[in-house]
């Protein structure tokens, strides 16, 4: 077993020119929604963002899955774009305000660029890495990460400090989002399996079971100890690389 580097291209021309469109659409309509919903429903940020963010890594999953490493390259290209324009318009702004934290005031716009970076860079080195083991991580990213902030805001009830980068408020998490990010990490991971979006495709639940615990119990462990706005970098490369890891004790067809 050894690593497979892929390199990053972006899909031939005629395939941007009628995937760019729609893709750009798709990230337009979840932005706008999740700022109506911020602004005109009251909807708390944590939850705005995390809409935003699961709309991005579905879309990632689906591209990996469909188009491979070129499909998710151009989406990347167009979130960057987006992230980009959010930044310059900056408060006030629908886009900006549903992916801008108040409770990371006077930081707000460092703290929708550094998690960018993170998931960037994420998701270059799993699939560089790992192939088509990085479905995991697009996948379980975004899903365990997007239901952890909403459960742990309004269920956590037994929290924790994390480690956090230099020059950063302090912040913490709680066991009940953990429980979220594992509960979702393993249901994702059976789903994966089963379906045949993994590299491993199996018809048997059961014999999906045991890696799926061990990816989810690694995903839950990296998404504890990240810094704050780190998460989607680590959690991408950790649920990869181990799932890319446990080939051998993945169920085959």
């Known amino acids: 077993m050894k690593f497979e580097l892929w390199k990053p291209v972006l899909p031939s021309l005629d395939v941007i020119l009628w995937m760019a469109p729609t893709l750009a659409i798709w990230l337009l309509a979840s932005g706008a929604l999740a700022g109506w919903l911020k602004l005109h429903r009251g909807l708390r940020t944590g939850d705005t963002r995390k809409l935003f963010h699961f709309s991005v890594f579905f879309l990632a999953t689906a591209l990996h899955a469909g188009s491979g490493p070129p499909g998710v390259n151009l989406l990347g290209c167009l979130v960057a774009i987006y992230i980009g324009y ?95 990010v594992f509960t979702a990490s393993f249901i994702t991971a059976v789903l994966l399996q089963c379906t045949g979006l993994s590299p491993v495709l199996t018809t048997s639940i059961a014999s999906s079971l045991l890696p799926a615990v061990a990816i989810a119990v690694v995903a839950t462990f990296a998404e504890a100890c990240s810094p704050h706005g780190t998460d989607n970098f680590t959690l991408q490369v950790a649920a990869s690389g181990f799932a890319w890891g446990w080939q051998s004790l993945l169920p085959s067809a």
């Open 86 to 180: 959010c930044l310059l318009r900056g408060d006030g702004n629908p886009l900006y305000e549903a992916i801008a934290r108040e409770s990371d005031h006077p930081r707000r716009s460092l703290h929708v660029l550094a998690p960018f970076l993170a998931t960037a860079a994420g998701g270059i080195l799993a699939i560089s890495l790992f192939g088509d083991f990085a479905i995991f991580g697009f996948a379980i990213c975004g899903i365990a990460d997007a239901v952890a902030e909403p459960i742990g805001i309004r269920l956590g009830k037994h929290r924790y400090r994390t480690w956090n980068l230099p020059g950063c408020a302090e912040s913490h998490r709680s066991l009940e989002g953990s429980l979220a």
